[in-house]
């Protein structure tokens, strides 16, 4: 039988033992709360490496009041937008020495609740929340306990937090202008889904360029729905294409329902873009792999992640910091899909 005591899980004071130093020095360098020599550190470390002793992250919460894990919350982890802001988050906080737990809320605000309330008994430090809801009640409870989070990509107007977004309303007004300025008139838009804030102001800006070439806005060329995914970019090109007068270009304001839209004008044996341009947003990487390579409205998805991160730690070390929005700037990627128009 093997000796209990040869493999019995190490302890601070065997780590101490080893290492030639007090049990309090070797809290303090887990800890991290007053200073040790770097020799020392170099000691301690060196000693819990070859003991294999980990700290209990619990224990050592408890005691700090932290926990070093962030809730990041996105309405669907299969969508790439949403999986590139959560990888670019994830990323930062990592360097920072934070863990993030990335919940999927499916656009549903009964999943959303529930997870925010899961995090909340995980003692996260903070959340990152890209909210499928338009409901504030549980986020007043979040800043009823005091709990710091930012609100990433959508906006709810009341609440009391810094906030990232991209400017949804100048991405849709350049991609309109830029397909105006080729010389189109009849140019069809599918934003889906048609409640989400980012694409009601991406719509909104397409309008505003609209009116400002004196084009008129025909209800029959707006094409909403209840999801982001390829088949509701497919469905709203074969729809656009079956109208007595087709568009000669459809600005689809996500790269994933623009993606779909090619698939359903390319089997339909039209040519993009000779014989209708087609122009998306997000700039994901697909885009510049699809045949012809996509021109997009760049979101800065990274640099929409990292933005979020660095407010939620200075909201974690300054609680009284004063909140913040940061509207990021959107540029036009020109590729191989968008064209003069057939005479």
């Known amino acids: 039988m093997a000796d209990n005591k040869n493999n019995k899980t190490p302890t601070m004071n065997d780590v101490a033992k080893e290492a030639g130093v007090s049990v309090a020095t070797v809290s303090r360098v887990i800890n991290g709360n007053y200073k040790v ?11 819990m490496k070859k003991l294999h002793y980990y700290p209990s992250t619990l224990a050592r919460s408890f005691k ?40 999927n809320s499916e656009e549903n605000e009964e999943r959303e609740r529930a997870y925010i309330e899961m995090l909340l008994r995980q003692r996260v430090d903070g959340f990152i929340i890209n ?24 906006d709810l107007p009341e609440a009391d937090c810094s906030k990232v977004f991209g ?20 140019i069809g838009v599918v934003g889906a889904p048609a409640h989400t804030e980012p694409i009601a102001r991406r719509i909104r800006g397409t309008r505003e360029a609209m009116a400002a070439h004196n084009i008129p806005d025909d209800p029959d060329l707006l094409i909403t729905g209840d999801t ?15 109208l007595d007068n087709p568009p000669t270009a459809i600005f689809c304001l996500t790269d994933v329902t623009a993606v779909g839209a090619m698939h359903a004008v390319s089997e ?9 341009s087609i122009l998306g947003y997000d700039n994901i990487p697909i885009a510049s792999y699809m045949i012809p390579q996509l021109t997009t409205i760049e979101q800065p998805i990274m640099n929409m ?6 407010l939620l730690l200075k909201n974690l070390s300054e609680p009284v910091a004063v909140k913040q929005k940061a509207v990021l700037e959107t540029n036009l990627v020109i590729r191989q899909t968008t064209t003069h128009p057939r005479t």
């Open 228 to 242: 982001q995914l390829f088949d509701m970019g497919y469905r709203s090109a074969e729809k656009l294409m079956s």
């Open 167 to 186: 400017d949804n309303s100048q991405g849709g007004y350049i991609g309109m202008e830029h397909l105006i300025n080729l010389g189109h008139r009849r």
């Open 305 to 310: 992640g990292e933005t979020a991160v660095e």
């Open 131 to 154: 909210s499928a809801v338009m409901n504030m009640s549980y986020f007043h409870e979040l800043e009823g306990l005091e709990i710091p989070y930012i609100l990433i990509d959508r």
């Open 268 to 276: 339909r044996g039209l040519k993009i873009p000779e014989d209708i």
């Open 64 to 103: 700090i009041q932290q926990t070093m894990l962030v809730g990041v919350i996105v309405p669907l982890i299969d969508h790439p937008f949403y999986s590139r802001l959560a990888m670019a988050i994830e990323k930062k906080l990592f360097e920072h020495d934070y863990r993030a737990i990335i919940c």
């Open 37 to 47: 020599s770097k020799k020392l550190e170099r000691k301690v470390q060196n000693a």
